[in-house]
């Protein structure tokens, strides 16, 4: 292939230069992160000293890639190759993939959203060589655990000595209690490296991004932080600051048959709608097992969907489940138009046609609604210490436990919820918790009950994972 001539912002020599074997790269919102590695990637795969060479690219939920990484790596490509990209390239869509076919390198996509993926991704095998480096993009949607088990697929004794094995985080620094400050930047040691970009650092931005960052600068200084100047965000914003991982989030069990079952929405269209079932156990505790999120590819956009069409969604994810009743936000009730069938009308009509239980008119107020989900979270403490939280997660509920933690305060009115952050998962669980207010109180002496969960003892069947 003849000499040709890519363009990297200078910020970015040392992210491509260095070996160790964590390199994690926060940034601002447009300063190029993505598109400095995916072009990085790209000519070390087409580069004959890099024979054997392959790599793996993460998102949360797999399909994600496709708008993101996938569209990344291929632009790169077009970039170095030109009109003989497809000469030097397979570009695989369905499913993703690419194999550069001087070397035989190549690109797969994988998601972690469940355990079955997870696995799936400990069996990933390529035609030639090894699985050598591996690029987690939006590394903050990601568990510790998920990290770990791909650190874990990187071993081995190379044949080619010019190979190395590492691991590549970019992402936006939306906080500063997120485990991959604690675990990658917060100690130093040899095998890690930092970098942190702004879209000041990017010689390529149009004028148009940076007036609109000086306007988010002046409108909104915490997003600005974050988004404008790749700092860690939140610190001492964070709304639910009583949510902890350790405390609300657990893996998944059977629900007990004894236990009511419910669901709560708040609807969406050009921004995310999201579902939640919930179920209440003999404490009058809730735990939400279950979520159906309108995610349009990137944080806070919708997918559009209609609302018969989300009903059935809600209709299908049911099967035959009990519901004892829904509770859907109030506002979908309002008759805009006269004449036309309301939000709510439109998703009670589709579930009511499928033999499922509809949904009425949620509580009202955010400030109550903020109130009764804080009221949860603290739960009570019993003799020995121990905090019962009153309303706990599924791991399983990804969205609820992304956005959660990123909910800040009012600028202008602090006692109250910034709404114009992504809150939705936050609005639903508020109106599930209006709709059974909690009174602190112990569980019975007699029998097992739902604090046992966090004793270290024997389970009943009904529990096991």
């Known amino acids: 292939?003849?000499?040709?001539n890519v363009y990297f912002n200078p910020i970015f020599k040392a992210v491509n230069e260095t070996r160790c074997r964590y390199r994690c790269l926060r940034g601002s919102a447009g300063s190029g992160k993505s598109v400095d590695i995916a072009q990085d990637f790209i000519l070390k795969l087409m580069d004959k000293r890099y024979e054997g060479a392959n790599l793996l690219v993460i998102r949360k939920i797999g399909d994600?890639?496709?708008?993101?990484?996938?569209?990344?790596?291929?632009?790169?490509?077009?970039?170095?190759?030109?009109?003989?990209?497809?000469?030097?390239?397979?570009?695989?869509?369905?499913?993703?993939?690419?194999?550069?076919?001087?070397?035989?390198?190549?690109?797969?996509?994988?998601?972690?959203k469940d355990d079955k993926q997870r696995e799936g991704v400990k069996s990933v095998t390529f035609s030639r060589g090894k699985l050598t480096w591996i690029w987690a993009e939006e590394a903050t949607e990601l568990e510790e655990s998920d990290i770990d088990i791909l650190d874990d697929r990187l071993r081995g004794k190379l044949d080619n000595p010019n190979l190395y094995y590492q691991i590549t985080l970019t992402f936006n620094p939306v906080s500063a209690t997120h485990w991959i400050k604690a675990k990658y930047f917060d100690k130093p040691r040899p095998s890690i490296f930092t970098h942190k970009s702004t879209y000041l650092d990017n010689l390529f931005i149009d004028p148009a991004y940076s007036e609109r960052m000086a306007m988010r600068k002046e409108q909104d200084p915490e997003g600005y932080r974050v988004y404008g100047l790749g700092e860690w965000g939140l610190l001492g914003g964070q709304f639910f600051s009583r949510f902890s991982e350790k405390l609300h989030v657990v893996k998944p069990f059977k629900i007990p048959d004894g236990w009511i079952r419910f669901r709560s929405m708040d609807w969406g269209s050009a921004k995310p709608y999201a579902v939640g079932w919930y179920a209440v156990d003999y404490d009058g505790n809730l735990w939400k097992y279950r979520e159906l999120y309108g995610y349009g590819g990137k944080a806070n956009v919708g997918t559009k969907e209609t609302?018969?069409?989300?009903?059935?969604?809600?209709?299908?994810m049911e099967g035959k489940e009990p519901i004892a009743y829904g509770v859907l936000d109030n506002a979908c009730w309002a008759n805009i138009n006269t004449g036309v069938p309301t939000v709510a009308e439109e998703i009670n009509k589709v579930l009511i046609k499928n033999g499922h239980t509809a949904f009425h008119e949620c509580g009202k107020g955010r400030?109550?609604?903020?109130?009764?989900?804080?009221?949860?979270l603290e739960g009570y403490t019993r003799k020995d210490g121990v905090q019962i939280p009153a309303l706990r997660f599924f791991s399983t509920c990804f969205h609820n436990l992304r956005t959660f933690p990123l909910v800040t305060h009012d600028k202008r009115e602090p006692e109250k919820i910034d709404t114009n952050g992504e809150d939705h998962c936050?609005?639903?669980?508020?109106?599930?918790c209006l709709s059974r207010p909690y009174?602190?109180?112990?569980?019975?002496?007699?029998?097992?009950?739902?604090?046992?969960?966090?004793?270290?003892?024997?389970?009943?069947?009904a529990w096991a994972y």
């Open 367 to 376: 400030m109550a609604m903020a109130e009764e989900i804080n009221l949860r």
């Open 426 to 432: 936050v609005d639903e669980t508020g109106y599930a």
């Open 439 to 461: 009174k602190p109180q112990r569980p019975k002496k007699d029998g097992w009950r739902t604090d046992d969960y966090n004793r270290k003892k024997s389970k009943p069947s």
């Open 1 to 4: 292939m003849a000499a040709v």
């Open 64 to 112: 994600w890639n496709r708008q993101s990484t996938y569209a990344e790596l291929v632009s790169a490509i077009y970039r170095i190759c030109g009109p003989l990209a497809e000469m030097y390239w397979d570009i695989g869509k369905s499913p993703l993939a690419l194999r550069c076919k001087n070397t035989g390198n190549e690109v797969l996509f994988r998601g972690m």
């Open 307 to 316: 609302a018969a069409q989300v009903a059935q969604k809600i209709v299908d």
